[in-house]
């Protein structure tokens, strides 16, 4: 009976230090890419210009490019070349993926947010963006007040859910709300007319508008709907991954570059179907670049 009892003692002692190899790995990046020699990067396929398909398995955008940079200087601290695996995901699973480590670096179009920090923790601040409403062109709406009784499309599991709702019980506006799975399909529902508007980021409006057959049948309207940090995402208590990201970043925004890959990514035609989004780096953002922050969205919500 003793033997037993030794024996079980001894089993449970071997998984709880199995288990805490397995979380010590799931927070050390490092450790893990080195020995795998591979990293996964987290992938949005319809962000606008911050992170989009090529097709083919291929991805592109200022994010992407910013990963990579990223990436580089994490193969210069292990020692070795890694292979990048692209993973696609969500606005619903992207911070699951994340914290079980399935995804090392989310280069997306995630807001920073204190709800999110409690799971995840975030890189310095990329751009401020701003949350505004695409709508037809010809369809006579230029306000938030003018879509009473309308539908509205937004992307299931993003902050511009909240901020319609936010916005609903403030004006008293009553519409139909409409999801899409992702940002090309909730824009597919505006284009199809299934929705009057389509309400989510200036940067991701402004990146399916200029993808879209006809871009000059839509356009942004109306009121800033809300102010957001976007940054890249990484799991909590990694400290030494999270300093090359931080170092990397900081880099690129002391050295200008930053603003240079802004230009390329929003200023200029890009693959595959080399058009051009338009969309210029706001203050709020060149701000974000001069002071390297982590700051979540409720710290520009305050006066």
């Known amino acids: 009976m003793k033997f037993k009892s030794a024996a079980l003692a001894t089993a449970t002692a071997l998984a709880v230090l ?23 990067m987290g992938v949005r396929d319809s962000s606008g210009a911050l992170s989009y398909t090529l097709g083919d398995g291929k991805y592109a ?25 692209y993973q696609p995901v969500t606005s619903q699973n992207r911070i699951p993926l994340v ?14 947010n204190a709800t999110r920090q409690k799971d995840v923790a ?40 909240q901020t319609l709702r936010k916005n ?22 505006l284009e ?6 389509f309400v989510m980021d200036g940067a991701i409006l ?30 909590k208590d990694d400290t030494a991954f999270k300093k090359i990201g931080e170092d990397t970043i900081k880099d690129l925004m002391k050295s200008g570059e930053i603003a240079k890959l802004w230009d390329k990514w929003f200023m200029q035609p890009i693959p595959p179907k080399n058009t051009r989004v338009g969309y210029a780096a706001s203050e709020s953002t060149k701000a974000a670049w001069a002071t390297p922050n982590e700051k979540p969205m409720e710290d520009y919500a305050k006066k």
Do not use: W
Not at 18 to 38: C, E, M, N, R
Not at 224 to 231: C, D, H, K
């Open 168 to 189: 609903e019980r403030a004006t008293g506006v009553n519409f139909n709300e409409v999801f899409g799975k992702d940002h090309s399909d909730s824009f597919l529902l």
């Open 192 to 197: 199809s007319g299934r929705a009057d508007a």
């Open 61 to 85: 955008g200022y994010h992407i490019e910013i990963c990579n940079r990223i990436i580089a200087n994490v193969e210069k601290a292990v020692g070795r070349k890694l292979e990048i695996r």
């Open 122 to 161: 975030f890189l310095p601040t990329t751009f401020v963006e701003e949350v505004r409403i695409a709508v037809k062109a010809n369809s006579g709406i230029t306000s938030i007040a003018q879509l009473n009784g309308k539908s509205v499309a937004t992307t299931t599991g993003t902050t511009s859910v």
């Open 18 to 40: 199995a288990s805490g190899a397995a979380f010590a790995q799931a927070t050390d990046t490092l450790a893990k890419v080195k020995a795998s020699g591979v990293i996964t």
């Open 206 to 235: 402004a990146g399916n508008i200029a993808t879209a057959k006809n871009p000059a049948d839509f356009k942004i309207v109306g009121e800033v709907l809300s102010v957001e940090p976007i940054a890249i995402m990484i799991r």
């Open 99 to 112: 914290q079980n480590g399935t995804v090392d670096i989310e280069c997306g179009s995630t807001t920073n």
